[in-house]
């Protein structure tokens, strides 16, 4: 297939998951996975509630760009540790809450170690129905680029 005009290709059917998709690039036809578009997004749902700790450094979330947030049982806080930014340059996080949080509901979104949110080191607080947020790492901090709430 290398190499290969466009027009000689075969016709494509739907993707299933793993298979090879062509690229074309400087005129070289190549192969690639779905996994290597930039801008695929991997939903993770996170069932939250009162003392619980998640990191989302964690092997799991490596690949989580939209995480969507149900709080269970009752009022209180939670963490969500934001990834190493030194180790997530570029990278792009967005986190949303459904019906089930209230003011009493509390989901910590912190940064790591000394690293920082928007120059601060403290969580940024999400605790409505319906909020979202996305924060982008440049390497060093994560900043927050949207808020909705």
Do not use: C
């Amino acid at each position: 297939m290398a190499n290969n005009k466009i027009s000689e290709l075969p016709i494509s059917t739907p993707l299933q998951g793993s298979e090879s998709i062509v690229v074309v690039q400087s005129g070289e036809t190549k192969q690639s996975s779905i996994e290597n578009i930039v801008n695929y997004i991997v939903p993770i749902s996170l069932v939250v509630s009162d003392g619980q700790t998640i990191n989302l450094q964690e092997e799991i979330y490596e690949k989580a760009e939209l995480i969507r947030m149900t709080w269970s049982g009752v009022n209180g806080n939670m963490t969500l540790n934001l990834p190493n930014a030194a180790q997530h340059p570029n990278r792009v996080m967005r986190f949303i809450s459904n019906g089930g949080f209230a003011n009493s509901t509390r989901v910590n979104l912190t940064p790591t170690g000394a690293e920082t949110l928007d120059g601060l080191n403290t969580a940024y607080v999400i605790n409505k129905t319906y909020e979202g947020i996305q924060v982008w790492s440049d390497g060093i901090e994560w900043f927050i680029i949207q808020k909705k709430g």
